[in-house]
């Protein structure tokens, strides 16, 4: 069953029907909830509607010289409600964290139609659990996400990205080493072989002053230049969709030697590589019962999609 | 739900619990049980039956099956510093101590992780990583004596939260014990990737008050410290300069490390106490630290300087040297200590506001002071919109308890009003649990109690607390009685 409520009522309605069927709901089509509620720049705080295009979101939030700092690679494509759902982040993660970092309060439908909120509309929260942590990843396997809050950032005033060829897994595992012993604090530290070469790229972003410092140290690295981040969006536009191990940084080339001839991008910093070919990693172990417990709790008419694990 | 035993033991009982972590670490003497008979709110107080002391995950495994064996209640507890009753033994049981498991366990400076025992003191963590330029970001004030356990089962703030996040976005995974003796990791393990599948388990045991089972192993992750610091007093004649000073700093796109505020009466204890060398005569003052590279701070630096003068700042000073700085912010964080000198007894809250409802939210704290008669200091994390009202009152004075407690309430609905929160790190506990349904609707409460029931089907972990209706102390009603 794929449902595309006009409203949060008739979601609701919806879910209490199939509920009492037992029916499976393949898809939620939230289209029709995409405003963005309430935006306060002197906050830095927003909440919008769970169908809301993360790239308009961020168009709304630039005409105050503000961001929600998550850039999966295809913004114009991804609501609020699929970025929750699927915890997706891109390659500014080292700098800024993902979205749960940013996540102050979320509105859900739960299976028997009751919409609740966990979390509220200030930074600073600590009233009741943390509800809303539960939903993100969750592959809408608890409830349909409505509404979410979000502190957001000032936009950094530059931002320049840098790459550098590295011969070899080794040699760049060194680079890598070099610069986080140094007090550079980049934004994006990939490493990436879709264009052909493996290749190093980091991205600094703050004050002119502090880009530009940082700017001068990678130079003295012999990281000097330029690049883009589109590497990303052509890898995840190909086809089959890559697969994804995390490891400890410490391990990262060591690992991507293990899998060999495979096509990837890896976020350095955090140890998490995308790969295209090969064989999926297993998945990291998962405390069962809790997880089953959980979801007979949220779901126990099992109407939502099972968590892929 | 079952209605848990009451919480008492019997000899053999506590027979059970010594053969388990040994005679020297089980607490059952009345007179040495006091100790435990509250936290740092201690307007409600009882006995936990029998406090024990676990040297490891295994005891405490072994401790929580005896517990569910014998359907006692389990309270988990760090160093007692709760603000909120959270480790208060509502009906007795068996408390569980993590002090002795304080060690750290190892420390990955590579790859920026620290794994820890539930008991080790948040400061010993930044203490051992400092020299490589790392730290552990959370930090509150009570930094030196409370443990990462308690500050994963509160979420901990601190002042830098505001830049660098509360106590989740620093927590990597946990052990923990569930009720039912069980013990199991979620999230990141100590050697493997940052991603892991399934539901973030570990994100909602963060903050859950030690209500879903003990804690006994954190691995955190570690910061890069900055590599520089500009850390400045403003001086303002007003709270409302003050207020308004942190509201176009915000504004102005810039993210302090810190934005803290102190109260003309707060700073004068302040001083009193530490001899720092605040004014005594201001109406606020403004920590305002700036931290990052050093390239470009000190124009940050001449931009927050230029905002505080235009709202009126008397002057703007700076530390300029590791000493002044620090010296600062012990006179911040040793604060609440110093208003022994003003009163007896005092509430603290922590009630949060939208940063831009700052000005308005002091203004009202002014009102209540003046309308219930209590003297009310200040001193909060300004930029997170974390107000940190002191009520100060004499407990012998049963009027001014009466008062004090309407003053508390007063402020708590006017965050709740002004679409805050009754708490942004002090928690809820059983202080404030009146409060959650005045903030959260029944079903929000429900779905709370359903993720509850996932972790501990019995509620026989730290019960009576969080929700309302729950059970209140035995200790409560007399005072409340007095009070009334």
Known sequence: MILKPANVEELQRALVDASAARSRIEQVDLSSLGRVVEYRPEDMTVTVEAGALLSDLQAHLKQSGQWLPIDPPFPEQTTIGRLLCENLSGPRRFGYGTIRDYLIGLSAVLADGRLVKGGGKVVKNVAGYDLQKLFVGSHGSLGVIVGATFKVLPLPATERILQFECKSPDHSASMIQQILSRPMTPAVLDLQNVTGVCTLVVAFAGTADEVDWQIAESKRLGISEGATLDYNRSFWAAQPLPFRRSVLPSKLSEVLKELGDVQFVARAGNGTIYYRGGTRTAPSRVPMELTKRLKATFDPNGIFPELPL | ?484
Not at chain 2, 326 to 349: E, M, V, Y
Request: proline share 5%.
């Open chain 2, 1 to 484: 739900m079952a209605e848990v035993a009451p919480g008492k033991l019997n000899p053999a009982q506590v027979q059970e619990l010594c053969s388990i972590v040994g005679k020297e670490h089980v607490i059952s003497a009345e007179q040495e049980l006091l100790v435990y008979e509250c936290d740092a709110y201690t307007l409600e107080k009882n006995l936990p039956g029998v406090v024990v002391l676990p040297n490891n995950t295994v005891e405490v495994a072994a401790v929580v099956q005896f517990a569910a064996k014998h359907n006692l209640p389990i309270i988990p507890r760090g160093a007692g510093t709760s603000l909120s009753g959270t480790v208060l033994a509502v009906t007795g049981g068996v408390m569980i101590g993590l002090t002795r498991m304080n060690r750290i366990l190892n420390i990955d400076y590579q790859n920026r992780r620290a794994f820890v025992e539930a008991g080790c003191v948040n400061a010993w963590v930044t203490n051992a990583v400092k020299t490589q330029g790392l730290l552990f970001a959370p930090d509150p004030s009570s930094q030196s004596a409370c443990t990462i356990g308690g500050n994963v089962a509160t979420n901990s703030g601190g002042p830098h939260t505001l830049k660098y996040g509360v106590t989740t976005n620093h927590i990597l995974g946990l052990e923990i014990v569930l009720p039912d003796g069980q013990v199991v990791w979620l999230g990141t393990e100590a050697d493997g990737g940052e991603d892991v599948d399934g539901y973030d388990l570990r994100g909602a045991v963060i903050g859950c008050e030690g209500m879903f089972g003990v804690v006994t192993r954190v691995l955190v992750r570690l910061i890069r410290a900055p590599q520089a610091y500009k850390t400045m007093l403003g001086v303002f004649e007003t709270v409302d300069h003050a207020s308004q000073t942190v509201s176009d700093i915000i504004a102005a796109g810039i993210v302090p490390g810190a934005l803290e505020m102190m109260d003309k009466l707060i700073t004068q204890a302040v001083e009193a106490a530490y001899h720092f060398g605040f004014p005594l005569d201001a109406g606020a003052v403004l920590i305002i630290e700036l931290d990052g590279l050093a390239a470009g701070l000190d124009a940050q630096a001449d931009q927050v300087i230029g905002i505080c003068r235009k709202n009126r700042a008397r002057e703007v000073r700076s530390a300029n040297t590791d000493q002044e700085r620090a010296d600062l912010w012990k006179s911040r964080k040793r604060a609440f200590g110093a208003i022994g000198r003003l009163s007896p007894n005092f509430i603290t809250q922590d009630g949060v506001v939208p940063r831009s409802k700052l000005p308005e939210m002091m203004q009202f704290v002014q009102k209540c002071s003046a309308e219930f008669g209590l003297r009310i200091p200040n001193v909060f994390h300004a930029g997170d919109g974390n107000i940190h009202p002191l009520i100060l009152y004499d407990e012998r004075e049963p009027d001014q308890v009466r008062r004090a407690l309407k003053a508390s309430d007063a402020i708590l609905q006017k965050c709740i009003d002004l679409g805050g929160s009754v708490t942004g790190e002090h928690g809820i506990g059983v202080e404030k649990i009146d409060f959650m349904g005045r903030q959260f609707s029944k079903d929000d409460l429900d779905a709370m109690r359903m993720l509850r029931k996932v972790f501990d089907p019995e509620s026989r972990c730290n019960p009576h607390k969080m929700f309302p209706g729950s059970k209140r102390c035995a200790d409560f009603a007399p005072r409340k009685q007095i009070a009334a």
